[in-house]
């Protein structure tokens, strides 16, 4: 039994933009509009305008909303102020990473968590599970949002043309109710292209005249429309994991080098922290793979699961691979044991097609914008 892909509010401005369309969790989102090179270069030169529409909020409320999250995640989201984010990991009981997660504290008692679109239903499901006993609501709220987000370098100018908001005291993974172009919108900027920017959660209904208003603000200075191909290129470029490549259930938060999202000293239990004490442990001794960046000598492009090799051994595997836009040569991220992850490691090659083709082990991410 087939199922149709669910459409964002703004589908058919994009296929009038001529985008070409995949299936992408479920959802039929743009991939590109024209040149994934144009459309990646301009959100590091200048910017560019995305509907994230796919992602999934869900809402928390009541008087123990937030013992709900620091029991169910491994963050510590009482010590979030309000108007402030915090990216953290939702874990099963072994340790395995569910999803990774931007929680925005909108209130004292209210807070939405944003979960990636493949794994909406599946954060939704275990948050309404861990809630149970709780003086704490769950809501769905994946029909409720819109979401726009323009990322570049010249984005606060372009938004600073449609609101009043006080961006400039926007900080970094903080969000703050305002207008844009009219619109009432949740401003936040949490971005994941490696550049400034802002996200925008508005009512589906006003999704369609507040692209055009952006769109309009930004003529001036480059702005275009950006599909989800160049946000690949660009979050890899920024070493910014995808979730299924870089964090899967197999995988702890330790594993994944991001053990500094498990907060063990926060008050009471949470879900999975046996586990996951024990996997720090294992981390602290010897981490058995590392994630690294690899940067190719030559031109053929590394893609998840091909194998990483070193003296006719296998030492890891390719988690995600592009061609770089801006470094102009293929990139990639992968998992290679211990051995082998110090930058500059010599003789590592990754198996295109039988064909070990030399590769440089460098530190995450390639690349970081001039604040």
């Given at each position: 039994?087939?199922?149709?892909?669910?459409l964002t509010a703004l589908d058919a401005l994009h296929r009038s933009l001529g985008a070409t369309m995949t299936d992408f969790a479920g959802w039929d989102m743009p991939l590109r509009?024209?040149?994934e090179r144009d459309e990646h270069n301009a959100v590091r030169t200048k910017a560019g305008l995305f509907d994230l529409s796919h992602m999934g909020e869900i809402t928390l409320t009541g008087p123990e909303a937030?013992?709900?999250?620091?029991?169910?995640?491994?963050?510590?989201?009482?010590?979030?102020?309000?108007?402030?984010?915090?990216?953290?990991?939702?874990?099963?009981?072994?340790?395995?990473?569910?999803?990774?997660?931007?929680?925005?504290?909108?209130?004292?008692?209210?807070?939405?968590v944003v979960a990636n679109?493949?794994?909406?239903?599946?954060?939704?499901?275990?948050?309404?599970?861990?809630?149970?006993g709780f003086d704490a609501e769950v809501r769905d709220d994946r029909d409720a949002y819109a979401l726009l987000a323009v990322q570049g370098p010249e984005s606060p100018d372009i938004l600073k043309s449609l609101t009043d908001a006080d961006l400039d005291g926007l900080k970094y993974y903080a969000g703050l109710p305002g207008t844009v172009a009219g619109v009432p919108a949740l401003i936040a900027r949490t971005g994941y292209?490696?550049?400034?920017?802002?996200?925008?959660?508005?009512?589906?209904?006003?999704?369609?005249?507040?692209?055009?208003?952006?769109?309009?603000?930004?003529?001036?200075?480059?702005?275009?429309?950006?599909?989800?191909?160049?946000r690949d290129t660009l979050r890899l470029e920024a070493g910014m994991p995808?979730?299924?490549?870089?964090?899967?259930?197999?995988?702890?938060?330790?594993d994944a080098g991001l053990g500094r999202v498990v907060k063990f000293e926060k008050e009471g239990d949470f879900?999975?922290?046996?586990?996951?004490?024990?996997?720090?442990?294992?981390?602290?001794?010897?981490?058995?793979?590392?994630?690294?960046?690899?940067?190719?000598?030559?031109?053929?492009v590394p893609r998840a699961g091909f194998p990483v090799v070193a003296d006719?051994?296998?030492?890891?595997?390719?988690?995600?691979?592009?061609?770089?836009?801006?470094?102009?040569?293929?990139?990639?991220?992968?998992?290679?044991d211990a051995a082998h992850a110090a930058p500059g490691t010599s003789g590592v090659g990754v198996d295109i097609r039988g064909t070990h083709e030399p590769y440089e082990v460098v530190a995450l991410p390639f690349y970081k914008r001039q604040k």
């Open positions: 039994m087939s199922t149709a892909p669910r509009y024209g040149s937030v013992k709900v999250l620091d029991h169910a995640l491994v963050g510590n989201i009482s010590t979030v102020g309000v108007g402030r984010a915090r990216y953290t990991h939702i874990c099963r009981e072994d340790g395995g990473i569910l999803d990774d997660l931007i929680v925005y504290r909108l209130g004292e008692t209210e807070f939405m679109a493949s794994n909406a239903q599946v954060v939704l499901d275990a948050l309404t599970e861990r809630a149970a292209t490696g550049e400034d920017g802002f996200e925008l959660f508005v009512a589906p209904e006003h999704a369609v005249e507040l692209w055009q208003a952006l769109t309009k603000a930004g003529e001036g200075v480059g702005l275009i429309p950006c599909g989800l191909s160049c995808l979730y299924g490549h870089e964090l899967t259930t197999a995988l702890t938060p330790f879900v999975g922290r046996a586990a996951l004490e024990a996997a720090a442990e294992r981390a602290a001794s010897a981490a058995p793979r590392k994630l690294v960046g690899l940067i190719a000598e030559g031109r053929r006719g051994q296998v030492i890891g595997e390719v988690t995600s691979g592009a061609p770089s836009p801006t470094l102009g040569k293929p990139i990639a991220m992968a998992y290679v």
